[in-house]
């Protein structure tokens, strides 16, 4: 089996990583980088020349972003179900859903976050449009099923549940009974519960 590192910080976006990995259940290295330190050495520089948390290393193949590093994932160990299969009517969903939390719903939160204007003039030319059309798209999808692919839990349920918790948690959205339901019903699964676990024990 290939050794699988995950680089993280247990203040960073690395906490939905340590969930995925959580879920699929394989053995997995942990490198813990510190902000104004490791992070921003020449080593880790080569896996990440950003300096920035998380990423991935699987055998010799290096992953970063997200949403990018739960899609190969739960393409990896397919046996967990955390992906639609390739010829699966919901697997264009699952796609959607997966990177509009990375896209749209993440520049949404960050505008609000830091009252940025965003209205009728400017909405054009950034990737979110209008705050609010966002939001309320998510809403409409979330109250068709009890997850956002449909009524399986998958890899794209991680990434927007974490992105929509950590918005509430930080008062940067509007704690909608559907978004405080699906929050909930994703982060009371046992690989939840385990990678907070686990997380908060580091920052101890």
């Known amino acids: 089996m290939k050794t699988l590192t995950l680089y993280t910080n247990p203040q960073s976006r690395g906490r939905i990583v340590r969930w995925i990995l959580e879920e699929i259940g394989v053995p997995y290295e942990l490198e813990v980088m510190e902000y104004g330190g490791s992070i921003k050495s020449p080593e880790y520089l080569a896996i990440n020349p950003m300096g920035k948390v998380p990423a991935i290393k699987h055998g010799k193949q290096i992953v970063t972003e997200v949403a990018a590093i739960c899609a190969y994932l739960a393409d990896q160990f ?46 054009m030319s950034i990737g979110c449009g209008l705050i609010e059309d966002t939001i309320n798209t998510l809403e409409g999808a979330l109250k068709k099923s009890p997850y956002i692919c449909g009524e399986n839990f998958t890899a794209a349920d991680i990434v927007m549940s974490s992105n929509l918790g950590w918005a509430i948690m930080m008062n940067n959205l509007e704690p909608r009974p559907v978004f405080t339901d699906y929050v909930n019903r994703c982060e009371s699964r046992p690989a939840a519960k385990r990678a907070n676990e686990l997380d908060d024990a580091l920052m101890k």
């Open 78 to 123: 397919p046996d967990e179900n955390l992906a639609p299969a390739r010829h699966d009517a919901q697997r264009g969903d699952y796609y959607r859903w997966l990177f509009f939390a990375a896209g749209p719903l993440e520049m949404a939160l960050t505008a609000k976050s830091n009252k940025w204007n965003v209205d009728g003039e400017n909405a």
